[in-house]
């Protein structure tokens, strides 16, 4: 059985860690002989739009639908296209027409990475995020009103569906359920944002019923942004809305020093559509050009979308390779983020080799 | 000239606190001559909503509305009230009625208090953030279709108006012009929220015509949030919408290790109503009846208070006691959070003694 995986290199550094995730992702189908056929696409990227005056071409749903998976770099360059144009021209897109309805994010302390919190060590904070990816605060619905007056008033309308919400939590209870603590902890803002939270948590609380075995808890989204800070070793799987997910799966792979090299699921997990797998860090225009950008990221997404895949030792060997590479700490290798000096296509030859 | 004061110790620990704020206030009333006249009320406290079914009664309004400020402890019992109902019938009603549209907290690292972050020092985390406090994404506008079917849609509206944002930016860009560094951060999200975010934008660099002095930068709340804990140090002042002030204004105290005792001003600049100040901690309902809360909290609320009714010596000598107090580390003082076996009372009357 061959994969088809759709490979879009996006923005920036996007084009360069994509060439060493595309390494490692061939270097474990070639150990774990996993057939793979790449297709490339140079849409969904700025460039793409300075040319055609948009993200994508008119058939770009039919072009990627059949797909297994998308592998995505990054997208964005503001400089020439505002952001609002090229990710709702892009990754937004794919995520809701693909329905690609969760957002999973590993938090993980890694050997090697430093992290900006005191007193922390590897295996003291492994969590996931889960982070509903299709509705919620991310809605286009809304518009202005006296624009461009004194009276203007702007209005954006958050929208969440019991459909919606509830496969998401699902999601999030069973992936709970399937690991040795079995905590889920719902992120909420129920006392202030009082119509559609306190809904939220009470779907959270209908959804449990079918989980017994899973511990439930729940932090205002303030408290729990702070706890994140203060006591992350109390996270197993957090899920949350849109928006707050958003933030936390920035501020958590913050907190483990992980920010420039976690990556990033886009699932569907009902499989009628392709899932995209990207890095967490976007198109890094400071440091695009340079060579110097950390691929870990695109590489670690390529160990979630082979375990999506079906191929969970493949992954796993992925993430072996690069925490083996890390701990190892070869200054020639690592990236000036990880305290090296090497290049982004070093530290690639490095982790593949070790696959 | 007499100062009128409303106490609201309100719910939980906000009834331990308030005495020792009010033992420090007082106390720096009578070494820098200020008058004081204090008015105790009981409502706004779920203790209140047992016995009258709710928060406030009919005409709060009229009872609070002469007042010069209004010195609130904190609110919220959910084991009998839902935060919802119980915030939304107190505190947020005085932030709305009472235009008090900055929220205004201080991130700083202090002497004594332990910081989850590695290797920072006191004056290496020194910022305000300046929240919107009165409209955005704090609206009870919304409601449901197919309640209670699968078919069911929760929808609520994040509401900005030019006069409430531009209002907010403008104290920003002031406080930013009265310090030192002269820089102002605006958290947005722009790339995701398509409607409110880019317009945000738009007004904050508007409004930065006006305050060319000033340097301003803007971050997605997401990458900010990692900001906070990356790099603390890049902060001066963060303005930021009502749901991210919010999330950013626990978080930043979380940074500093200081959320416990961080203090929160709700400020009417227009000086038509009271503003109101209060810490950032909650009622507590986990330690409340221990004796063991912290009350610093309620202290620099004292401090805050000071200085907007025209007192900053009296606020200063205020921050200057309890700094003091927390850099002599007196176990016997130091209540249980800051790595003491004091009471609430004790360490208040430590500062009290102090100033
Ligand atoms: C209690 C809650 C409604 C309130 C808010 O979200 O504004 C609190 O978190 C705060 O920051 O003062
Ligand atoms: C780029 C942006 C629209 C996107 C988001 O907010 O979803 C990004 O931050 C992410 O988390 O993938």
Redesign the interface.
């Known amino acids: 059985m061959t994969h088809r995986i759709a490979v879009i290199p996006g923005d920036g550094i996007g084009k360069e860690v994509m060439p060493e995730g595309l390494r490692a992702l061939e270097a474990a189908a070639a150990r774990f002989g996993i057939d793979l056929e790449l297709e490339h696409f140079d849409f969904a990227s700025c460039d793409y739009y300075a040319e055609h005056g948009q993200m994508l071409p008119d058939d770009w749903f039919e072009q990627l639908k059949d797909a297994d998976a998308i592998f995505y770099g990054a997208v964005?360059w503001p400089e020439t296209v505002?952001?609002?144009i090229s990710?709702?021209g892009s990754l937004?897109q794919f995520r809701r027409r693909f329905d690609q309805y969760v957002n999973l994010r590993p938090c993980k302390l890694l050997p090697g990475v430093k992290?900006?919190?005191?007193?922390r060590e590897p295996g003291d904070i492994d969590f996931y995020v889960v982070r509903e990816n299709t509705e919620g605060?991310?809605s286009?619905?809304?518009?202005?009103m006296f624009e461009g007056?004194?009276?203007?008033?702007?209005?954006?309308?958050?929208?969440?569906?019991?459909?919606g919400v509830d496969r998401v939590l699902k999601y999030a209870y069973e992936l709970a359920q399937s690991r040795p603590r079995k905590k889920l902890t719902s992120a909420t803002?129920?006392?202030?944002?009082?119509?559609?939270m306190?809904?939220w948590d009470e779907r959270v609380k209908a959804m449990g019923a079918h989980y017994p075995e899973v511990s439930v808890d729940q932090f205002h989204?303030?408290?729990l942004?702070?706890?994140f800070?203060?006591h992350p070793d109390w996270f197993d799987v957090v899920v949350a809305s849109?928006?707050f997910g958003?933030?936390l799966?920035?501020?958590g792979?913050?907190?483990t020093g992980t920010?420039g090299v976690a990556p990033s699921a886009n699932i569907n997990p009902d499989g009628h559509f392709p899932s995209l797998f990207e890095p967490v860090h976007g198109s890094a225009p400071d440091i695009a050009g340079k060579g110097i950008a950390n691929p870990i990221g695109q590489v670690w997404s390529a160990a979630m979308m082979l375990e999506h895949l079906g191929h969970p030792a493949a992954g796993q060997a992925i993430v072996d390779a690069f925490e083996a590479v890390l701990a190892e700490g070869d200054k020639a290798v690592l990236t000036p983020d990880v305290g090296g000096q090497g290049t982004t296509e070093a530290l690639g030859r490095a982790i593949a080799e070790r696959i």
Chains 1, 2 share one sequence.
Request: aromatic share 4%; hydrophobic share 40%; net charge negative.
């Open positions: 964005g505002p952001d609002h990710l709702w937004l992290s900006p919190l005191a007193d605060e991310y286009s619905v809304g518009g202005k007056t004194e009276r203007e008033v702007v209005i954006q309308e958050t929208v969440m569906t019991r459909t803002k129920s006392n202030g944002i009082a119509i559609t306190p809904w989204i303030d408290i942004a702070a706890n800070v203060m849109n928006l958003d933030i799966s920035d501020l792979p913050a907190c920010i």
